[in-house]
């Protein structure tokens, strides 16, 4: 399995009036932690894009609330992979408050598209490959 994770403090302007993070913050951290999966596993998403001529279309998202995460709070947001990806890569989300309370946990599952037609392809070797060491060791 492949886990990554970052944090950050609750920002103001992702409150809503009580000071609890509004529900649709919980996405874009998500894509914070799924930024810094890729990064560490050697695939940072502008070198895939200029690279290996992919872009990574979110083809479904998944999201439970479990715990409001608040203003002062510093939020840990984490991605895994378990699975080599095909023609779709699964990502499990979490997000966790400093206490270690899951606040927000979810499932992103990306595609791959060929930047240039636009059209669906299969996970590029370079890429696959990447998941591979890190997947197996």
Do not use: W
């Amino acid at each position: 399995m492949i886990r990554s994770e970052t944090s950050f403090p609750v920002r103001y302007y992702e409150t809503d009036q009580m000071g609890i993070v509004h529900h649709s913050n919980y996405i874009r951290y998500f894509e914070c932690a799924r930024t810094v999966l890729l990064v560490d596993c050697g695939c940072p998403i502008e070198t895939c894009e200029k690279e290996d001529g992919v872009t990574f279309p979110i083809v479904s998202l998944e999201c439970r609330f479990r715990y409001p995460a608040k203003m002062g709070d510093v939020v840990t947001a984490v991605a895994t992979v378990e699975t080599l990806p095909t023609a779709r890569l699964q990502i499990g989300q979490a997000v966790y408050n400093q206490d270690g309370v899951l606040c927000a946990e979810g499932k992103v599952v990306l595609g791959f598209l060929d930047k240039r037609t636009g059209r669906p392809v299969r996970c590029p070797e370079r890429i696959l490959r990447c998941f591979e060491e890190h997947i197996n060791g």
